[in-house]
């Protein structure tokens, strides 16, 4: 038999793409179109009726940046249009689209009464009429498309006030159509069949069967008649169609899904309007298409639509109570896994999954993070401690050399608790569903022979948009085809038990989930970085003095302002906020809402201190859970200060400090020499290997600009050359020696400061930055061999080999830390504490001499150009300390200094630990009043070593019970519990409790 099979297949497409797609409107009529531009920010739609609008054309352009245009939409359905089953009168507008959806402009539609009813979007710009009169209203955005990902160039786009002005669009179309279902049902059969041959093999039976078809349906079809022969070729197709997929066939469980990021390449108030497209198209599918189903996550995309789009938010009510709008993830956002502090990623779960409660009576078990940029090895314990059960990511696919293993396994955490993960395995949390993708689904999944389903996520997402009638179409052709993986629509919840009960055994991936990629996030947006940091502290603070006020001395508990204050927080969380990898807009106002946190927690400090009895004692208030500066942790004392001394020599080649506790030299490049602690005599330093020393380097990623740091970024070192001035000072208490360097438009001041007592050094920089893809890290040549470095992550830490044996080791040469690092050689360690920095480096060399250097690097700053031009331009300080012969505890010390300030307060009360405990493993990270109002206070505590300890806590708020809850504060069944104000506790390593204290 003569092969002609790859030219048919041509000719197919050929005839299919000149006389059947896109041929389903078979009759149009004009409509009367007015505007009204509103340059301003966005306003209601009740503003929006009452304007004065003017007459707009199809082929008028229209759209400054970031503008927003409302059109007033009138017309007449022609009196030949006669309505038959199979066709349907529909509003087409195109914008000006490309074909890129979720990055230019999009419209929203809205009845005369203003009700929002279905998006516009670029591959979605059709509306259903309903019968009667054409009236209605359609906000258009006219957002910038600065999603430039092939060559990255800088945009001025990112800000209202650097855009370039002019219109961005033109109005292609607009007029009422008459469509044939029929004929877009064979469209959609079409790409299915032809779709499916193109991925199966050429000489494959089921390949030639379904061509002969094709074949013959296109035979059948009078393009002179197109709506009068459609309905032949779909039955001539039917047969194909209708074959069913073999028995063992993988099964895919697809779920609709928008993954809309809460702020990106656009601000968050238009985040805002993109759920409110998104969402109404949604609930549009929902009530056309009974077998659909919807999951969705990030809490605040709810309680915007309650507090913004109620009508669309009781739409979403209703579908939810069906079971088909899914809430998923139990976050308030889809937040950085990585940089997010431990008790607000707690907070994350905690006010997402109690707006689901309060809502909608909806409890979620699956942790939904499809995006982030890797996973902390503390997750799975913080889920489970929230209920969950199971976790979602992909991003994981977009490893940089190493193809993880598992799609389906269990994640386990640094406390042993595990997470029923997995990886969907089409790669995307934008399928279409098409054959192509489903081809991949087979081919990718990895646990054939152990399993038969994942997990696919459909719809337009990042922009937004969410599924299509063409996605469901597809959805509904290839759930039992032939040739095809098998479609079935689920909810994550369906398939997560399928799967768990088909395969209860998956292997154990322990440790975090590192992303080999992306590794920049840790240092882009410095003001960013430092922002969140800080405002983790103050809420911390806050929290804890508010509740000392209240069981002291009555005053009444700012649950609302503090709520509001963690949620403008965790909101900034979002991750591509918090890596830095949003535009201008979008940093700028994350640094102004943590301007505004730390105004706010100031205040709410200063209320609580006054209501203790005042005077003219001085005394310091310790938020800490660890002694700072003579105070025991949670307290407040008196300090009855004896001055040491600290001394500073200076030679012509070096400057000495010294205390009781530490000898630092430092030459005249700045860099230290030697660094002895007092009781080993040890230099930290390697022989000839100077520390602290600011290495410059050309920061030129292949791909993902503020994303990215590559690692052929060791190769092209630049000089920051000598000091350009030197100046000391030594007062009564402390010895500073400065060094300031100039290169390029920056300068950088590097000052080194011993205090009287102090075991370990501080090194404060203060940076004018004004660079463009250069990075600055500071390299610190440790003379120990350590094996791993430990560093903090969220209730615990993580210790990372740093031997090169492995692709994974090589992949790994930017890692994450929280507020400290540790390397050890045996009992001798040395911890590096940070107040804001996330991004380090860490490896090893052999000196001439046969010892080894361990070199630790953190990343101070960086100069990306894309998506925010002027990224990192600013002033900016940054914290070190550097402590020799640390202990794990010594470096949980050193970084709480740094991140919880010692307040002075002036009183004639000293106010005693409202909690204690007796083991100096166990860590009191948060002091809180209870989420319900009942008075009760909430203490989370965690075992911080990585060693199995008992201990008692004590509290001193008159308690009649305690109870050990989960992170919902809610009872666990088999947690601890006690009738009086002491509580015996038994902790594995890691172990986080949190605990009810209810008062009497």
Same mark, same amino acid.
């Given at each position: 038999?003569?092969?002609?099979?790859?030219?048919?297949?041509?000719?197919?497409?050929?005839?299919?793409?000149?006389?059947?797609?896109?041929?389903?409107?078979?009759?149009?009529?004009?409509?009367?179109?007015?505007?009204?531009?509103?340059?301003?920010?966005?306003?209601?739609?009740?503003?929006?009726?009452?304007?004065?609008?003017?007459?707009?054309?199809?082929?008028?352009?229209?759209?400054?940046?970031?503008?927003?245009?409302?059109?007033?939409?009138?017309?007449?359905?022609?009196?030949?249009?006669?309505?038959?089953?199979?066709?349907?009168?529909?509003?087409?507008?195109?914008?000006?689209?490309?074909?890129?959806?979720?990055?230019?402009?999009?419209?929203?539609?809205?009845?005369?009464?203003?009700?929002?009813?279905?998006?516009?979007?670029?591959?979605?710009?059709?509306?259903?009429?309903?019968?009667?009169?054409?009236?209605?209203?359609?906000?258009?955005?006219?957002?910038?498309?600065?999603?430039?990902?092939?060559?990255?160039?800088?945009?001025?786009?990112?800000?209202?006030?650097?855009?370039?002005?002019?219109?961005?669009?033109?109005?292609?179309?607009?007029?009422?159509?008459?469509?044939?279902?029929?004929?877009?049902?064979?469209?959609?059969?079409?790409?299915?069949?032809?779709?499916?041959?193109?991925?199966?093999?050429?000489?494959?039976?089921?390949?030639?069967?379904?061509?002969?078809?094709?074949?013959?349906?296109?035979?059948?079809?009078?393009?002179?008649?197109?709506?009068?022969?459609?309905?032949?070729?779909?039955?001539?197709?039917?047969?194909?169609?209708?074959?069913?997929?073999?028995?063992?066939?993988?099964?895919?469980?697809?779920?609709?899904?928008?993954?809309?990021?809460?702020?990106?390449l656009w601000p968050v108030r238009e985040t805002i309007r993109k759920c409110a497209r998104t969402f109404s198209n949604v609930c549009d599918l929902l009530e056309r298409y009974p077998e659909f189903t919807f999951s969705c996550s990030s809490a605040v995309q709810y309680h915007w639509m309650k507090e913004h789009y109620p009508a669309i938010f009781e739409r979403i009510k209703e579908h939810v109570a069906e079971g088909r709008f899914v809430p998923v993830g139990g976050m308030w956002v889809e937040c950085d896994a990585n940089l997010t502090g431990g008790e607000a990623l707690v907070r994350q779960f905690l006010y997402g999954k109690k707006f689901f409660l309060e809502e909608f009576g909806v409890d979620t078990i699956e942790t939904w993070l499809p995006d982030s940029f890797g996973y902390s090895a503390s997750l799975p314990q913080i889920a489970k401690l929230a209920g969950h059960r199971y976790f979602l990511t992909q991003k994981v696919s977009w490893n940089e050399y190493n193809d993880f293993p598992h799609h389906t396994f269990w994640w386990e955490g640094i406390d042993g608790s595990r997470q029923y993960t997995h990886f969907p395995p089409a790669d995307t949390y934008n399928s279409e569903l098409d054959a192509k993708?489903?081809?991949?689904?087979?081919?990718?999944?990895?646990?054939?022979?152990?399993?038969?389903?994942?997990?696919?996520?459909?719809?337009?997402?990042?922009?937004?948009?969410?599924?299509?009638?063409?996605?469901?179409?597809?959805?509904?052709?290839?759930?039992?085809?032939?040739?095809?993986?098998?479609?079935?629509?689920?909810?994550?919840?369906?398939?997560?038990?399928?799967?768990?009960?088909?395969?209860?055994?998956?292997?154990?991936?322990?440790?975090?989930?590192?992303?080999?990629?992306?590794?920049?996030?840790?240092?882009?947006?410095?003001?960013?970085?430092?922002?969140?940091?800080?405002?983790?502290?103050?809420?911390?603070?806050?929290?804890?003095?508010?509740?000392?006020?209240?069981?002291?001395?009555?005053?009444?508990?700012?649950?609302?302002?503090?709520?509001?204050?963690?949620?403008?927080?965790?909101?900034?969380?979002?991750?591509?906020?918090?890596?830095?990898?949003?535009?201008?807009?979008?940093?700028?106002?994350?640094?102004?809402?943590?301007?505004?946190?730390?105004?706010?927690?100031?205040?709410?400090?200063?209320?609580?201190?006054?209501?203790?009895?005042?005077?003219?004692?001085?005394?310091?208030?310790?938020?800490?859970?660890?002694?700072?500066?003579?105070?025991?942790?949670?307290?407040?004392?008196?300090?009855?200060?004896?001055?040491? #001394? %600290?001394?500073?020599?200076? @030679? =012509? !080649?070096?400057?000495?400090? /010294?205390?009781?506790?530490?000898?630092? $030299?430092?030459?005249?490049?700045?860099?230290?020499?030697?660094?002895?602690?007092?009781?080993?005599?040890?230099?930290?330093?390697?022989?000839?290997?100077?520390?602290?020393?600011?290495?410059?380097?050309?920061?030129?990623?292949?791909?993902?600009?503020?994303?990215?740091?590559?690692?052929?970024?060791?190769?092209?070192?630049?000089?920051?050359?000598?000091?350009? #001035? %030197?100046?000391?000072?030594? @007062? =009564? !208490?402390?010895?500073?020696? /400065?060094?300031?360097?100039?290169?390029? $438009?920056?300068?950088?001041?590097?000052?080194?400061?011993?205090?009287?007592?102090?075991?370990?050094?501080?090194?404060?920089?203060?940076?004018?930055?004004?660079?463009?893809?250069?990075?600055?890290?500071?390299?610190?040549?440790?003379?120990?061999?350590?094996?791993?470095?430990?560093?903090?992550?969220?209730?615990?830490?993580?210790?990372?080999?740093?031997?090169?044996?492995?692709?994974?080791?090589?992949?790994?040469?930017?890692?994450?830390?929280?507020?400290?690092?540790?390397?050890?050689?045996?009992?001798?360690?040395?911890?590096?504490?940070?107040?804001?920095?996330?991004?380090?480096?860490?490896?090893?060399?052999?000196?001439?001499?046969?010892?080894?250097?361990?070199?630790?690097?953190?990343?101070?700053?960086?100069?990306?150009?894309?998506?925010?031009?002027?990224?990192?331009?600013?002033?900016?300080?940054?914290?070190?300390?550097?402590?020799?012969?640390?202990?794990?505890?010594?470096?949980?010390?050193?970084?709480?200094?740094?991140?919880?300030?010692?307040?002075?307060?002036?009183?004639?009360?000293?106010?005693?630990?409202?909690?204690?405990?007796?083991?100096?493993?166990?860590?009191?990270?948060?002091?809180?009043?209870?989420?319900?109002?009942?008075?009760?206070?909430?203490?989370?505590?965690?075992?911080?070593?990585?060693?199995?300890?008992?201990?008692?806590?004590?509290?001193?708020?008159?308690?009649?019970?305690?109870?050990?809850?989960?992170?919902?504060?809610?009872?666990?069944?088999?947690?601890?519990?006690?009738?009086?104000?002491?509580?015996?506790?038994?902790?594995?390593?890691?172990?986080?409790?949190?605990?009810?204290?209810?008062?009497?």
């Amino acid at each position: 038999m003569f092969d002609s099979s790859r030219n048919d297949l041509n000719y197919i497409k050929r005839f299919v793409n000149d006389f059947i797609v896109r041929k389903e409107i078979i009759d149009r009529s004009d409509i009367e179109l007015h505007a009204w531009s509103l340059n301003d920010e966005p306003v209601p739609f009740s503003e929006a009726r009452s304007a004065s609008y003017s007459p707009i054309q199809v082929g008028d352009t229209w759209g400054d940046p970031w503008s927003t245009l409302w059109l007033k939409v009138n017309g007449v359905i022609p009196q030949n249009w006669k309505l038959e089953e199979s066709l349907e009168i529909v509003f087409l507008l195109d914008l000006g689209f490309t074909k890129q959806p979720g990055f230019q402009a999009e419209g929203l539609i809205y009845t005369p009464e203003g009700k929002p009813v279905k998006a516009i979007n670029p591959l979605n710009h059709t509306y259903v009429l309903p019968p009667g009169e054409i009236d209605f209203y359609v906000e258009l955005a006219a957002n910038p498309n600065v999603g430039d990902f092939v060559t990255f160039k800088q945009t001025q786009f990112g800000l209202k006030e650097t855009a370039p002005e002019g219109h961005l669009y033109q109005i292609k179309e607009a007029c009422i159509g008459l469509r044939s279902v029929t004929i877009w049902e064979l469209q959609q059969d079409l790409k299915s069949l032809i779709g499916l041959a193109d991925v199966l093999p050429e000489n494959d039976q089921r390949r030639r069967e379904i061509i002969q078809s094709l074949l013959r349906a296109v035979d059948v079809v009078d393009i002179d008649d197109l709506p009068g022969s459609a309905c032949l070729a779909r039955s001539v197709l039917a047969e194909e169609l209708g074959k069913p997929a073999n028995s063992s066939e993988l099964t895919m469980y697809a779920t609709g899904h928008a993954h809309i990021d809460s702020a990106w390449l656009w601000p968050v108030r238009e985040t805002i309007r993109k759920c409110a497209r998104t969402f109404s198209n949604v609930c549009d599918l929902l009530e056309r298409y009974p077998e659909f189903t919807f999951s969705c996550s990030s809490a605040v995309q709810y309680h915007w639509m309650k507090e913004h789009y109620p009508a669309i938010f009781e739409r979403i009510k209703e579908h939810v109570a069906e079971g088909r709008f899914v809430p998923v993830g139990g976050m308030w956002v889809e937040c950085d896994a990585n940089l997010t502090g431990g008790e607000a990623l707690v907070r994350q779960f905690l006010y997402g999954k109690k707006f689901f409660l309060e809502e909608f009576g909806v409890d979620t078990i699956e942790t939904w993070l499809p995006d982030s940029f890797g996973y902390s090895a503390s997750l799975p314990q913080i889920a489970k401690l929230a209920g969950h059960r199971y976790f979602l990511t992909q991003k994981v696919s977009w490893n940089e050399y190493n193809d993880f293993p598992h799609h389906t396994f269990w994640w386990e955490g640094i406390d042993g608790s595990r997470q029923y993960t997995h990886f969907p395995p089409a790669d995307t949390y934008n399928s279409e569903l098409d054959a192509k993708e489903l081809a991949f689904f087979r081919e990718n999944f990895k646990e054939k022979g152990h399993s038969t389903v994942g997990l696919g996520l459909f719809g337009w997402g990042d922009g937004g948009g969410g599924p299509t009638p063409e996605h469901l179409a597809a959805l509904k052709r290839h759930s039992n085809l032939a040739g095809s993986v098998k479609v079935k629509s689920s909810t994550a919840r369906e398939f997560f038990e399928v799967v768990s009960a088909e395969y209860p055994d998956p292997p154990t991936w322990v440790g975090e989930l590192y992303l080999e990629l992306h590794r920049g996030a840790l240092s882009a947006q410095l003001a960013t970085k430092q922002g969140n940091r800080r405002s983790e502290n103050y809420l911390r603070e806050a929290e804890l003095w508010a509740v000392v006020a209240h069981v002291k001395s009555g005053v009444e508990y700012p649950y609302a302002r503090l709520e509001h204050l963690w949620k403008k927080l965790l909101l900034n969380q979002f991750h591509d906020i918090l890596p830095g990898t949003s535009i201008a807009w979008v940093h700028d106002e994350a640094v102004r809402d943590f301007e505004y946190i730390r105004e706010e927690t100031d205040q709410i400090i200063s209320e609580a201190f006054g209501s203790l009895k005042s005077g003219t004692i001085s005394a310091r208030a310790n938020s800490s859970p660890l002694p700072q500066q003579g105070v025991d942790a949670l307290a407040i004392a008196r300090v009855d200060e004896r001055m040491q #001394s %600290v001394q500073l020599e200076e @030679s =012509e !080649d070096v400057r000495t400090l /010294s205390n009781k506790n530490l000898i630092i $030299t430092v030459d005249n490049d700045g860099n230290i020499v030697t660094m002895r602690d007092r009781h080993t005599d040890r230099n930290i330093f390697g022989e000839g290997e100077p520390g602290a020393v600011f290495q410059l380097y050309r920061d030129t990623p292949a791909v993902w600009d503020a994303w990215d740091i590559d690692r052929n970024y060791v190769r092209l070192e630049e000089s920051v050359g000598k000091p350009v #001035s %030197v100046s000391v000072d030594v @007062s =009564e !208490d402390e010895a500073v020696i /400065s060094f300031t360097y100039e290169f390029g $438009t920056s300068k950088v001041t590097k000052n080194y400061i011993l205090g009287s007592s102090s075991e370990q050094l501080e090194i404060s920089i203060d940076i004018d930055w004004h660079e463009k893809k250069r990075m600055l890290k500071m390299d610190f040549p440790i003379g120990i061999r350590s094996k791993t470095v430990a560093s903090e992550i969220q209730y615990g830490f993580i210790e990372r080999p740093i031997a090169v044996n492995t692709m994974w080791d090589y992949a790994r040469f930017e890692m994450s830390a929280h507020r400290w690092l540790r390397l050890a050689e045996g009992d001798f360690g040395i911890a590096l504490a940070n107040d804001s920095s996330y991004g380090f480096s860490c490896f090893h060399h052999v000196r001439s001499d046969g010892k080894t250097t361990t070199t630790v690097s953190p990343t101070l700053i960086r100069g990306p150009v894309y998506p925010d031009p002027r990224a990192e331009e600013g002033q900016y300080t940054v914290r070190f300390s550097l402590r020799p012969n640390a202990t794990i505890l010594n470096a949980y010390q050193d970084g709480y200094a740094l991140n919880a300030v010692v307040r002075d307060v002036s009183t004639h009360e000293v106010v005693a630990p409202i909690v204690e405990v007796d083991s100096p493993q166990i860590l009191v990270e948060s002091v809180k009043m209870a989420e319900d109002r009942s008075g009760d206070v909430i203490v989370r505590i965690f075992e911080a070593t990585g060693q199995s300890c008992q201990t008692k806590l004590r509290t001193d708020v008159n308690a009649q019970a305690i109870e050990e809850v989960d992170l919902i504060e809610r009872s666990l069944v088999d947690g601890a519990q006690s009738t009086t104000d002491l509580i015996d506790l038994d902790f594995h390593p890691f172990e986080i409790k949190t605990l009810r204290i209810r008062r009497a």
